[in-house]
């Protein structure tokens, strides 16, 4: 008898890949930056993250990034990776939707899978800087540099929120998640 190994599509391999490098990856979020250092004179007073949430009326500028930590999954979103809101109320809504955001709860439960989509927002008031937050729209939705680690996943106003912010003009977790290959 000739027993013939049974073959795997290109496609359903590369997704058994990610969901194995997600899984042993983590939820860890990742910093990366190409843009040239600043002079030291134009650099920004960082302060606290527990602070930004008592400075938010203060606040005047956000910058939004998005990371594509899998840029292999080819996700496509409907804004562009870089978003810089300057409309000092716009950046006071965003804040005071992270600061309303709950603890993440204790103990284990299952996440959907995390395909490498990471937000970092920047808050400023004047030249003081914060510590970045990161927001994962997918996974088990964490936002981390609030202090505690805060979670999403219960809170679709926080994405409708933010998305307003930067412009966007019907805004939900969708919209931050992308669209890709996988049909998400």
Known sequence: MNFAAPRIRDGALAAIAMAVAVTVAGCAPSRSSTAPAAPASSLPISLTSS?????????????????????????????????????????????????????????????????????????????????DVTVRPAGCQQVGGLGVTRWVARSPQFWRAIGLAIGLAHPSSQTFRGSGPLGS
């Open 51 to 131: 602070s930004l949430c008592q400075m938010v009326p203060k606040l005047d500028r956000l910058v939004v990034r998005r990371v594509d930590e899998l840029a292999q999954n080819h996700f496509t979103f409907s804004f562009p990776a870089e978003v810089t809101v300057t409309a000092t109320r716009r950046v006071q809504v965003a804040a005071r939707a992270l600061c309303a955001l709950p603890k993440m709860p204790t103990g284990v439960f299952a996440c959907p899978a995390d395909f490498g989509i990471v937000y970092h927002l920047s808050f400023f008031a004047g030249r003081r800087s914060f510590p």
